[in-house]
């Protein structure tokens, strides 16, 4: 079992910045590709950026492409989500997500490939 936890969220003027934290539990966490979601109101949850278990490689949706980027400290268990020049568009909850299956090296964009789910932080952006 792993348990994820993420904070850091919090109400931000257009064009400002956020890092977002995700702590996990458990030993095996470095094995593990990371990835970060989000979900707005009456919107599906839909894929950000994602880590492979090592950190060396990272891959984000086009909207957030040279905005956002995501890392990891294996030592710390934690993956992070800085987020610069946030537009309003990128109001919603935030998910970290660990995926399925160890030292894996490709990139997935859907949330069956992963396993585990942190309880989600808010992150709003004012016009």
């Known amino acids: 079992q792993m348990q994820l936890v993420e904070s850091g969220g919090g109400l931000v003027q257009a064009g400002g910045s956020l890092r977002l934290s995700c702590a996990a539990s458990?030993?095996?966490?470095?094995?593990?590709?990371t990835g970060w979601f989000r979900q707005a109101p009456g919107k599906e949850r839909e894929f950000v950026a994602a880590v492979t278990w090592s950190g060396t490689d990272t891959f984000y949706a086009d909207s957030v492409k040279e905005r956002f980027t995501i890392s990891r400290d294996n030592a710390k268990n934690t993956v992070y989500l800085q987020m610069n020049s946030l537009k309003p568009e990128d109001t919603a909850v935030y998910y970290c997500?660990?995926?399925?299956?160890?030292?894996?090296?490709?990139?997935?964009?859907?949330?069956?490939?992963?396993?585990?789910w942190g309880q989600g932080t808010q992150v709003t952006v004012s016009s």
């Open positions: 997500a660990v995926r399925k299956g160890e030292y894996l090296t490709d990139f997935v964009l859907k949330r069956h490939d992963y396993d585990y």
């Open positions: 458990g030993r095996t966490f470095s094995r593990y590709g």
